[in-house]
């Protein structure tokens, strides 16, 4: 799935990298197991 950046309201931070998720239960996910 593309998210927009300009858009995305869930976002997480891991390693100096920003991800962008769809939702805040996606963003959730992987903040739990960012491996």
């Not at 869930?10 to 991800?19: A, D, I, L, T, V």
């Amino acid at each position: 799935m593309k998210v927009n950046p300009a858009t995305a309201k869930h976002r997480f931070s891991y390693k100096g990298e920003e991800y962008l998720f769809c939702s805040g239960r996606c963003r959730e996910r992987f903040e739990a197991d960012p491996e």
